[in-house]
T-cell receptor, first 114, second 114 residues
Framework: DAKTTQPPSMDCAEGRAANLPCNHSTISGNEYVYWYRQIHSQGPQYIIHGLKNNETNEMASLIITEDRKSSTLILPHATLRDTAVYYCIVRVGPTGGGADGLTFGKGTHLIIQP | DSGVTQTPKHLITATGQRVTLRCSPRSGDLSVYWYQQSLDQGLQFLIQYYNGEERAKGNILERFSAQQFPDLHSELNLSSLELGDSALYFC?????????????FGPGTRLLVL
């Protein structure tokens, strides 16, 4: 799986959009971008994933650059409950090989300020 | 609530002992994953089972083993425990074993080895 780079921490004001960047310059054509988050020692929670098109669900939006070397997770109206560590994970698609386990990096600790 | 259950929530034991952690996947999910989260190593994938069979191995020690039963629940057995095995152990499940399947995590078991 391709390696990802994320800032170790970010602050965001409550009610504002939180934009979390992720670099994955070695991503290959069949690798997806996944985002998970972990709220203080709870089990990681799936947020969203995408291959090349931008994606949106009830939790967030995922913007993937045209060259697919980076992406941004957007939480449109951050609340205090969004304070968590956010993990950007790149992994192969159904035609790829390797273990099926997720490879978590250190993630970004997002702190929502009141 | 992800639908994945783990027992026990907390476990305290002594070095050299053996413990069993239990996981019940979401209804209908065939794949179960085990992860370990320690302060120094972060979240690491240990092993995956799919419909009763081992599917993929990550950084699992030889002292650790797992199995998935016909009713699809899984157990992680940790033996000859060392102080360094103190960690959070998460179980996750997904519908199938394909790489792009979303993994849903349980609340975890916190293991403390004294």
């Amino acid at each position: 799986d391709a390696k990802t780079t994320q800032p170790p921490s970010m602050d965001c004001a409550e009610g504002r959009a939180a934009n979390l960047p992720c670099n994955h310059s070695t991503i290959s054509g069949n690798e997806y971008v996944y985002w998970y988050r972990q709220i203080h020692s709870q089990g990681p929670q799936y947020i969203i994933h995408g291959l090349k098109n931008n994606e949106t669900n009830e939790m967030a939006s995922l913007i993937i650059t045209e060259d697919r070397k980076s992406s941004t997770l957007i939480l449109p109206h951050a609340t205090l409950r969004d304070t968590a560590v956010y993990y950007c994970i790149v992994r192969v698609g159904p035609t790829g090989g390797g273990a099926d386990g997720l490879t978590f990096g250190k993630g970004t600790h997002l702190i929502i300020q009141p | 609530d992800s639908g994945v259950t783990q027992t026990p929530k907390h476990l305290i034991t002594a070095t050299g002992q053996r413990v069993t952690l239990r996981c019940s996947p979401r209804s209908g999910d065939l794949s179960v994953y085990w992860y370990q989260q320690s302060l120094d190593q972060g979240l690491q994938f240990l092993i995956q089972y799919y419909n009763g069979e081992e599917r993929a191995k990550g950084n699992i020690l030889e002292r650790f083993s797992a199995q998935q039963f016909p009713d699809l629940h899984s157990e992680l057995n940790l033996s000859s425990l060392e102080l360094g095995d103190s960690a959070l152990y998460f179980c996750a499940s997904s519908a199938r074993a394909k790489f792009q399947e979303t993994q849903y995590f349980g609340p975890g078991t916190r293991l403390l080895v004294l």
